[in-house]
């Protein structure tokens, strides 16, 4: 018996639904996106070049930029999508090299403030990292290495629980297990290896060295390790200008950090290196040493903006209003923008006369500490070591996005240039951490770009003036990601 038309039909049916997917045409790519007439700031040679590209034409393919030139050389792709830039200032986006994410409001702060990647550390004072996070700044993890933690990316999993667990206090884990904790992360995409407090010289050695040959950043923020073992073992990032000032003490207070990298060795340790004179020709030498090597400095100089003066409320800018002071760690009064020192509860019993006595007392020493430590980074900066912008955030009075500008401000006011200080939170992660996806307008990199209103190169603060966001090609909706007016 033939078959009827009708069951002809319906074989056919069956067998084009059947055809593989890959049979099916492609989807026709996005039409390029286009910026023309702005000015590309230059940003390579650690700031020091000034090449800037006046009516330039910037086309980008999906999430990568293509082409980058002249509009007399550089046509427009036929069917593009055009931004005319005429009178503005692009630059790459910004990278904050330490920070927390911990949730969408965090994302959108980072993003509003062109904030386009964030170098994330997940710690008791700036949570977990949010990786769910939608829109999200590009996420690079940072994770401990060699010592038990908590906080470690891989605590939870199930072969790491027991090992990671930190008990009393962090201890180091055997060799055999830091060079699987290093494989075991990297396989979780992180980025960067912390090597902490506990941390000693000959472990540190030896991770700086197994973290070079898997394509791995190294930061520090050492106490058992002396920082001059760690800088001659070619260690990345020196983190926290309260921490690497640590690499002045003398050998002497230097020896009893390996047991007692926290308590009574550790506090004389980090006095004698805060009060050291500005002028000291060891704090001299090391500030050469850091220079004469590859190490750069990252500062973070913003957890300690709200205690240097000229500082302004930051609870006062706009992207302010997508956080709340409940979720941070020792965060400013929102109605003044200082910082608030806590007394403890037995001076509840005081006068409250007294009690203000305390609080102003305890406000006058962190307001010195802070300025100790600025004039001892001031004559480190004398040497030209190279610089790496990060915030801290969100803790001590820092927010997502906002304290980034805080710490560029912060890094003309020691002496970079404008232009030296944007490319210490853009180019500069090429060139020392070899991020070369990132970081400059240019072909090949990932389509991060911020239209300004003004120069940036002019005034540091004109990096806040955003008119167009772009992350991975896509235009972002400013407005959109702050919380709606009411």
Request: include cysteine; glycine fraction near 6%.
């Amino acid at each position: 018996m033939k078959p009827s038309s009708k069951t002809l039909l319906n074989l056919l049916t069956v067998a084009l639904i059947s055809l593989p997917a890959c049979s099916q045409a492609p989807a026709p790519a996005p039409p390029p996106l286009v910026l023309t007439g702005g000015t590309v700031i230059d940003v390579t040679n650690w700031g020091d070049s000034a090449r800037d590209l006046a009516n330039a034409v910037v086309i980008i393919h999906e999430d990568r930029i293509t082409d980058v030139g002249p509009a007399a050389d550089l046509p427009i792709p036929h069917g593009a999508r055009v931004i005319d830039c005429t009178g503005k200032f692009l630059i790459p986006g910004l990278i904050d090299g330490f920070a927390g994410m911990n949730s969408q409001a965090a994302a959108n702060a980072n993003l509003y403030m062109g904030v386009t990647t964030v170098v994330a550390r997940a710690d008791s004072q700036r949570g977990f990292i949010d990786f769910g996070a939608n829109p999200t700044p590009h996420l690079y993890a940072i994770d401990s290495v060699g010592v038990t933690d908590n906080w470690s990316l891989l605590a939870h999993q199930s072969d790491w629980v027991s090992k990671l667990h930190e008990g009393t206090r962090p201890v180091e884990l055997s060799p055999d297990d830091t060079a699987r904790q290093i494989v075991d992360t990297a396989h979780l995409g992180t980025r960067v290896l912390l090597l902490g407090p506990y941390v000693t010289a000959a472990n540190a050695q030896w991770i700086i060295a197994r973290a070079r040959d898997q394509h791995l950043v190294t930061y520090g923020e050492l106490v058992s390790t002396p920082y001059r073992v760690a800088i001659e073992a070619g260690i990345d990032v020196l983190l926290h200008a309260n921490r690497y000032d640590l690499g002045v003490i003398p050998d002497e207070l230097q020896a009893p950090l390996v047991e007692d990298p926290d308590g009574p060795s550790a506090v004389t340790a980090f006095d004698y290196s805060e009060r050291i004179p500005p002028t000291d020709t060891h704090l001299r030498a090391y500030a050469a040493f850091i220079a004469a090597h590859h190490a750069a400095l990252m500062p973070t100089f913003s957890l300690f903006y709200v205690e240097l003066p000229g500082h302004r409320n930051l609870w006062k800018e706009p992207a302010a209003a997508l956080l709340t002071p409940s979720s941070m760690v020792h965060p400013t009064d929102p109605a003044s923008g200082e910082m608030l020192y806590p007394l403890p509860a037995w001076t509840r019993h005081l006068p409250a006369a007294g009690q203000r006595w305390m609080e102003a007392d305890l406000e006058k020493k962190a307001d010195q500490a802070a300025l100790r430590l600025w004039r001892i980074n001031q004559t480190i900066f004398s040497a030209f070591p190279h610089y790496l912008a990060a915030s801290g955030a969100d803790s001590d009075g820092t927010m997502p996005g906002i304290s980034l500008h805080t710490e560029l401000e912060l890094l003309v006011r020691l002496g970079l240039s404008p232009r030296e200080a944007l490319a210490a939170a853009t180019n500069n992660y090429s060139l020392e951490l070899g991020w070369n996806e990132l970081g400059q307008i240019a072909p090949g990199r990932r389509a991060d770009i911020l239209v300004l209103d003004a120069d940036p190169t002019a005034n540091i603060w004109n990096a806040r003036r955003i008119t167009t966001l772009i992350e991975d090609g896509a235009v972002l909706d400013r407005d959109a990601l702050l919380p709606p007016k009411k």
